[in-house]
């Protein structure tokens, strides 16, 4: 971790204020950032490579709207063969930095019913279905160990996404996201089940970063983009190819509201509330 905070600052001349990562086929927020520094993962010391198509794999920092943001345009999972404490240590670096803030964004399918692709949904909870946990173990480098997860997605962030996509006409919704680890999509029993756990939509990443902000004390807000109908509820078979292309279609209502939601929410007196 020291050397990757290490060359980050040499490269880096800015403090970001705030992260965003950005989900499957979704990364085009950062070709919009003025005065860009664009570092690949893979020149990055201690950055994972990412393996999966829809992520391009590149850390920008520049700004946008007038903020100092860090875009991490892909991320790590664990079924990549990832552990959880290498998926969120770019994470760790960026607050280092300085930045405060964490958004995410991420592909998922759609459980509860009148969901369709192309929706977008605020997460307001999660079920953590991964069975790991990136505070786990000494090499964690996370504390403290045992953070408040009672308010993990702040709710002044939540309530701020909602009035920026009122005010440009983007419709959204909000709801608890299931986080399982996949690569393998879920059975129609297994959606069957999370839906009686209470998940409105289900996908395999954003729970272990999310956990992490939180015992970083970064303030947290995520985004997913409802890309399919999850099993059992779809008329054919689900493929990753639909997931990039629905996630084509959406970016750029994301992209909006991105743009409209980043200066309010890096605002200095922004107030959270438990």
């Known amino acids: 971790m020291e050397e990757t905070v290490a060359y980050l600052r040499e490269r880096i001349t800015r403090a970001p204020a705030a992260v965003l990562v950005l989900g499957s086929g979704l990364g085009t927020v950062a070709e919009e950032l003025s005065d860009p520094v664009r570092l690949p993962y893979a ?6 490579r990412t393996t999966v198509d829809g992520h391009a794999g590149a850390l920008t920092v520049g700004i946008l709207e007038g903020v100092e943001l860090a875009v991490l345009t892909g991320r790590w999972h664990l079924y990549e063969g990832w552990s959880p404490s290498q998926v969120v240590a770019p994470l760790r ?10 958004l995410l964004t991420n592909a998922a399918g759609g459980i509860r019913p ?11 909870d999660h079920l953590n279905l991964m069975g790991r946990n990136p505070l786990v173990g000494p090499s964690a480098g996370v504390r403290p160990c045992f953070p408040d997860m009672s308010a993990a997605y702040d709710p002044e962030v939540r309530r701020q996404l909602a009035a920026c996509a009122l005010g440009a006409g983007i419709s959204v919704d909000e709801g608890v996201y299931a986080a399982l680890p996949g690569p393998s999509y879920e059975t129609p029993a297994e959606i069957a089940m999370l839906r009686r756990l209470g998940a409105d939509a289900v996908g395999m990443s954003t ?3 999310v956990i992490a902000a939180r015992a970083l004390e970064m303030r947290v807000g995520a985004i997913s983009c409802i890309t399919n109908v999850a099993s059992g509820l779809a008329p054919g078979p689900l493929s990753h190819a639909e997931v990039l292309r629905v996630g084509a279609q959406v970016r750029d209502r994301l992209a909006t509201l991105l743009r409209l939601a980043i200066p309010r929410l890096a605002a200095p007196n922004l107030a959270t509330e438990a």
Do not use: T
């Open 207 to 209: 729970v272990p970063e």
């Open 114 to 124: 009148g969901m369709r692709p192309g929706d977008l949904m605020i997460i307001a």
């Open 43 to 48: 020149e990055i010391p201690g950055f994972p």
């Open 93 to 102: 670096a960026l607050s280092s930095l300085g930045a405060n803030l964490l």
